[in-house]
């Protein structure tokens, strides 16, 4: 049940994620041993025979390690050869991510990249292959080019190559149309309201991959108070966009 798995209440910090992790008894299941082993080898197969059978209480003890599976499990079959959009574990997730993210902590990007329990690689490359069954296309039309010097930066950000150069991210935030998709108050850092339009809504998710950039490049030079406020900046504008 989806709403009983995102109701969980450690969702950042579950499998390993602080100082004194209670030992297992021999057969009992183990976020512990998941997180591990997506940290080190990202082969979590040999546990998802058992992960099927997890109940409620099992699956809302981690939700993020229960969301990990989903998406290992739709890119395993999509690498067999499977139609992704025949692919019930993408609809899991799809259906999972639309409830957790309606009621999650405000800077949830932070607190989730900083977890552990990242499926933003495996979700790429998904995305990659949605790009290729529909022939390219992968510019935003919300951009005069379509971004494609920032896009082809961010690729090589995401595989794991150096931070997009400052001055390319900043022409693709000025090149957006549309409403701006977060509003500060004055004088905080918290974020105050989403105040984005439905047409502006079509350039939120790049907004958002152009704050991720930029977060990315600033703590390469350690600068954890830029770094939050731009994930916090990033996390509002794909809240506007599931709007």
């Not at 003890?61 to 499977?82: K, T």
């Not at 991210?169 to 500060?184: E, V, W």
């Not at 954890?224 to 900046?233: G, P, W």
């Amino acid at each position: 049940d989806v709403l009983a798995i995102s109701a969980g209440t450690d969702h950042w910090t579950c499998g390993c994620g602080t100082s004194s992790v209670p030992s297992k008894k021999d057969g009992e299941w183990d976020w512990c041993a998941v997180r591990q082993a997506v940290m080190l080898t990202w082969d979590i197969g040999p546990h998802y025979a058992r992960f099927v059978y997890l109940d409620e209480a099992g699956l809302a003890s981690c939700p993020l390690g229960a969301l990990q599976f989903m998406v290992a499990e739709a890119v395993s079959q999509v690498n067999r050869g499977a139609s992704l959009f025949d692919t019930p574990s993408i609809f899991w997730a799809d259906e999972f991510l639309s409830v957790f993210l309606k009621q999650t902590h405000p800077r949830w990007l932070e607190k989730w990249s900083e977890s552990g329990w990242n499926v933003f690689l495996m979700l790429s490359h998904l995305r990659h292959h949605v790009l290729q069954l529909i022939q390219g296309g992968e510019g935003p039309w919300c951009t005069a080019d379509g971004g494609h010097s920032f896009l082809q930066h961010g690729a090589e950000m995401i595989q794991g190559g150096s931070h997009v150069p400052l001055p390319i991210t900043s022409s693709f935030l000025a090149s957006l149309d549309g409403t701006p998709c977060t509003l500060q108050a004055p004088g905080a850092n918290e974020l105050r309201q989403i105040v984005a339009s439905d047409d502006g809504k079509l350039c939120c998710l790049p907004r958002a991959l152009a704050f991720i950039a930029l977060a990315d490049a600033v703590v390469v030079n350690g600068d954890r108070e830029d770094y939050r406020e731009f994930l916090q900046l990033a996390s509002a504008a794909v809240m506007s966009a599931l709007q």
